[in-house]
């Protein structure tokens, strides 16, 4: 009885939005070719019954900068994730991405032209490294080779038995985790869309693989717009911009350079609470960057 009402509540679920809307066909081919995001008065809640997780929340990226997106637990970090790829439709405001509204998009061509790494990285078990990356077929095999070469993996899947086309085990557990996330990373630069999406991407890597994750980033994302949510203050004070968040609400949004010389504003404390030492190196990087 218990599977019975299961079925009867999952088939009394509210479905997504269509995956094809018919102004898919009028939408530029190349969209997002710069990569501006706008988000305009956005509120979001996970359920009617639940308080806003984003209230009123307002911010624009301009294309090719790199944001981090820091705040407590429950300020609403990963909703921002989740509503860009309208996991979660919004209560009421709008996302624009060049000048796009994302609603007015259908799922399917909004959710593969943003690329995301998440916390826990995704592999399909059954399937080729290849298929694992060129989920849709799309791309040449030396196109395959560049993008793990580009993540640091080249070398790793040379030396499986069948190299990309080795099968990938249940849950990835063929690889480490953090081979596991750079192949998710092989994947974003494979994709080659004007946005990236990081969340919590290095959380639960080792400093090597987190070095070696931004640094492919840097190379082969330079001119595209990266939103990295982060835990770790350190991963995102060298970013154009640092977003804050508590509550659902936009605390600040600038500089990091320029968000630090406010004294007693909410990032400046956050990197206060770091401890004297993380916070002065956290400063001196910020600074220097401003400079530069």
């Known amino acids: 009885m218990v599977s019975v009402e299961r079925v009867l509540e999952y088939g009394r679920i509210e479905p997504e939005s269509p995956l094809e809307l018919e102004s898919d066909k009028n939408l530029d081919k190349s969209w997002p070719h710069e990569g501006a995001i706008n988000v305009k008065d956005l509120s979001v809640r996970y359920r009617p019954s639940l308080p806003l997780a984003l209230d009123g929340a307002s911010f624009s990226v301009p294309s090719g900068s790199r944001v981090g ?24 405001g709008q996302i624009n991405i060049d000048d796009v509204n994302i609603a007015e998009v259908g799922l399917h061509r909004l959710r ?19 298929e694992n990356l060129d989920v849709f077929g799309l791309h040449s095999e030396e196109a395959v080779y560049q993008a793990l070469k580009s993540a640091h993996l080249g070398e790793v899947i040379a030396e499986l038995p069948k190299g990309i086309n080795s099968i990938v085990s249940e849950g990835g557990s063929n690889f480490s985790v ?23 991407a290095t959380a639960s890597v080792d400093r090597r693989t987190d070095q070696m994750l931004q640094e492919s980033l840097h190379d082969s994302f330079s001119d595209a717009t990266v939103i990295a949510v982060a835990h770790r203050l350190d991963t995102v004070i060298d970013h154009d911009y640092i977003l804050v968040l508590g509550q659902g609400k936009v605390l600040e949004f600038g500089p990091p350079a320029d968000l630090l010389r406010k004294s007693g504003g909410a990032f400046s404390t956050m990197v206060d609470d770091t401890g004297d030492i993380t916070a002065k190196d956290l400063r001196q990087r910020a600074f220097s960057k401003k400079k530069n």
Request: hydrophobic fraction near 40%.
């Open 69 to 92: 997106v820091v705040g407590r637990t429950g300020s609403g970090k990963s909703t921002i994730v989740q509503t860009l790829f309208r996991l979660l439709e919004a209560e009421c």
């Open 112 to 130: 593969t032209s943003i690329s995301v790494i998440p916390q826990h990285p995704t592999l399909f078990s059954g399937c080729t490294v290849r």
């Open 178 to 200: 953090g081979q596991r996330q750079l192949l998710c990373l092989a994947r974003a630069i494979l994709s080659k869309n004007k946005i990236l999406i990081l969340d919590e």
